[in-house]
Nanobody, 122 residues
Framework: VQLQASGGGAVQAGGSLRLSCAAP????????MGWFRQAPGKEREFVAS????????YYSDAVKGRFTISRDNARKRMYLQMNSLKPDDTAVYYC????????????????WGKGTLVTVSS
């Protein structure tokens, strides 16, 4: 499974970006998908995930209320709408596919995509 993330870039604080993740191959709809990020010198951390069964969403406290995760099972794509971006959001963002359908954490990731860099300037 090759996951392909796109949509990263440079933006000023308060701005918005939309990340996209393509997940070709089958099946897609039964597995949880998620976003993680890794800032320079820090460990990779959970950002958001969406279940494969009922589209339940989960967010880290750092992004709750500002980021929205969604998925389009017909197109096998996942998205992360990021609003009100802060310099602390600067990181390489990775999309991930879970082993199951429920909440996703690092240990539950079956496949990682290549990251896309998000840089937020103050």
């Amino acid at each position: 499974v090759q996951l392909q993330a796109s949509g990263g870039g440079a933006v000023q604080a308060g701005g918005s970006l939309r990340l996209s993740c393509a997940a070709p191959g089958r099946p897609f709809n039964i597995y949880a998908m998620g976003w993680f990020r890794q800032a320079p010198g820090k460990e990779r951390e959970f950002v958001a995930s969406i279940s494969g069964s009922d589209f339940s969403t989960y967010y880290s406290d750092a992004v709750k209320g500002r980021f929205t995760i969604s998925r389009d099972n017909a197109r096998k794509r996942m998205y992360l709408q990021m609003n009100s971006l802060k310099p602390d959001d600067t990181a390489v963002y990775y999309c991930a596919k879970g082993r199951g359908s429920g909440p996703l954490d690092v240990d539950g990731v079956a496949y990682w995509g290549k990251g896309t860099l998000v840089t937020v300037s103050s």
